[in-house]
T-cell receptor, first 114, second 111 residues
């Protein structure tokens, strides 16, 4: 089974703080993703990465950055947290080709920005 | 029109019932399709991929209708443990990760 681990299940931070969300996968997948999920909006892609040190913007990258220094680890960074970034954040990884292989998700991090 | 649309429900069904959900998609070029299950406050978990010929996994059957641009999920002999939100996921192009997630259909199975 694919194991995708996110560093925190629940996190509370203050406006203006720099926030790091960590994600690790153990399947040697090249492809990793960060989403946020909000009620009524479904999952929206923030950033993704197809390889170490490679990153691509998703649909809503504003206010976020990412880091992929090692293949198994993909970090999401909120440079200066704002209240509208309160959300459920989900990391995913995928092996193989996009059409054939689904994405597998971590447990999620519920982030609250006060 | 949303790219992927699902009836939010909830669908309230008794144990043992058969229930079906549909999901419509707007882009006729969509290439691959998945159903995910998401329990309350948990991550989405892959339930099944949806193949052109339709596929079955135990009590679950998925169908694709390209002409009418929808996929369906049929659950037979519902169990209490089937209570969850079912997400429809569409990949817009075969060789990309451009996934569009539906907002989900909630199923509640009661004794």
């Amino acid at each position: 089974d694919v194991k995708v681990t996110q560093s925190s299940r629940y996190l509370v931070k203050r406006t203006g703080e720099k926030v790091f969300l960590e994600c690790v996968q153990d399947m040697d997948h090249e492809n990793m993703f960060w989403y946020r999920q909000d009620p009524g909006l479904g999952l929206r892609l923030i950033y993704f990465s197809y390889d170490v040190k490679m990153k691509e913007k998703g649909d809503i990258p504003e206010g976020y950055s990412v880091s992929r220094e090692k293949k198994e680890r993909f970090s999401l960074i909120l440079e200066s947290a704002s209240t509208n970034q309160t959300s459920m954040y989900l990391c995913a990884s995928r092996g193989g080709t996009p059409g054939d292989q689904p994405q597998h998700f971590g447990d999620g991090t519920r982030l609250s920005i006060l | 029109r949303k790219e992927v649309e699902q009836d939010p429900g909830p669908f309230n069904v008794p144990e043992g019932a058969t229930v079906a959900f549909n999901c419509t998609y707007s882009n006729s070029a969509s290439q691959s399709f998945f159903w995910y299950r998401q329990d309350c406050r948990k991550e989405p978990k892959l339930l099944m991929s949806v193949y052109s010929s339709g596929n079955e996994d135990g009590r679950f059957t998925a169908q694709l209708n390209r002409a009418s641009q929808y996929i369906s999920l049929l659950i037979r002999d519902s169990k209490l443990s089937d209570s969850a939100t079912y997400l429809c996921v569409v990949n817009l192009a075969y060789n990309t990760d451009k996934l569009i997630f539906g907002t989900g259909t909630r199923l509640q199975v009661f004794p």
